[in-house]
């Protein structure tokens, strides 16, 4: 039996998200084509006869502008120094440059063996996979290098065999029943936040986030209800707009898309209550990013 953690790290947008929810069979992380989508450290077991593996997926690594960026990028950092295989993701259908190069050079102290998971092959030619590899083996900083698709499952399987022969051996971390450490609540306030960034495309900046007000839990009874009341937090009343919409149509199709996707992932039926709120510089506000489940850096708590 083997047993070991395994953090996915990368800039954002390389698809580490993607993987997670591929890798574990469920949908642990929400999925956005805007970068810096995942704000937090999310933790995923995937179990096997032969071994369990725990997936950290981490916030993309990048220059940080505000208190929120820099608590996402030390969640990702900190990760490093904590598992047994570090699994670099790069985008291959965009070209490389400085950002996966700050990466590589901050998993050269890593101790443990280091990976780097070539995503998004489905996206580009077959004949430039080979040169890109070559590439990147040249940094001899890898220990395996393994092209493939999040999105399609292309080669992950062969990724995951790849991992558990890299693994310690030792007993389960965890329950064999045991899925992720993202409670209810906050995996509720990310799916309304995954329908906020798909229907609002790039009209609203990633400056926006959801918090949980209340989390009734369904009562037993015949048809239980789960009801949820959250608030949308934007920077500018300009912003408040676009989330509203005209007429209050924007956040009514949030509402209705969201509810949808919570009723299909708590199989109850749900009562979702949504407000919008401007919050200048909350970005910068310590209560409220811990309120939204932006946890501080390791030193800091």
């Known amino acids: 039996m083997k047993a070991g953690f395994v953090s996915l790290v990368g800039r954002p947008n390389a698809g580490k998200s993607t993987l997670l929810n591929r890798l574990v069979g469920a949908k642990l992380a929400i999925v956005s084509d805007k970068p810096q ?12 006869p032969d071994a369990q593996i ?57 101790r443990v063996p280091v990976f ?5 092959i489905d996206l580009v030619r077959k004949t430039r996979l080979l040169p890109m590899l070559e590439a990147f083996g040249r940094r001899d900083l890898f220990a395996e290098m393994v092209p493939v698709s999040a999105a399609t499952g292309e080669n992950v399987d062969r990724l995951e065999r790849l991992i558990v022969d890299r693994l310690p051996e030792g007993a389960r971390l965890y329950p064999e029943d045991y899925l992720t450490d993202q409670s209810e609540r906050v995996l509720a306030g990310e799916i309304v936040r995954e329908k906020l960034l798909q229907l609002t495309r790039d009209e609203l900046p990633f400056s926006s ?8 839990e369904p009562r037993e009874g015949a048809q239980p209800l ?33 509810r949808q996707e919570l009723e ?32 501080p850096p390791r030193g800091e708590r």
């Not at 780097?116 to 998004?120: E, Q």
């Not at 986030?209 to 009734?216: K, L, Q, S, T």
């Not at 408040?240 to 009514?252: F, T």
């Open 37 to 48: 989508t995942t704000r937090t450290r999310i933790l995923g077991v995937k179990n096997r």
């Open 54 to 110: 725990v997936y950290l997926d981490t916030p993309g690594i990048h220059r940080p502008l505000h208190r929120m960026n820099v608590r996402m990028v030390d969640a990702a950092i900190d990760t490093i120094e904590e598992v047994d295989l570090l699994g670099v993701v790069v985008d291959a259908s965009a070209r490389s440059g400085r950002g996966d190069a700050f990466v590589f050079d901050l998993l050269k102290k890593a």
């Open 116 to 120: 780097l998971i070539l995503n998004k």
């Open 209 to 216: 986030g959801v918090a949980i007000d209340r989390f009734e």
């Open 226 to 258: 789960l009801r949820l009341y959250c608030t949308i937090v934007v920077d500018r009343e300009s912003q408040k707009s676009i989330v509203v919409g005209r007429g209050g149509e924007m956040v009514k199709a949030i509402g209705t898309a969201a």
């Open 264 to 295: 299909r992932f708590f199989g109850v039926r749900v009562f979702l209550d949504l407000h919008v709120r401007v919050r200048g510089e909350w970005r910068e506000d310590d209560r409220a990013l811990t309120e939204m489940g932006i946890v």
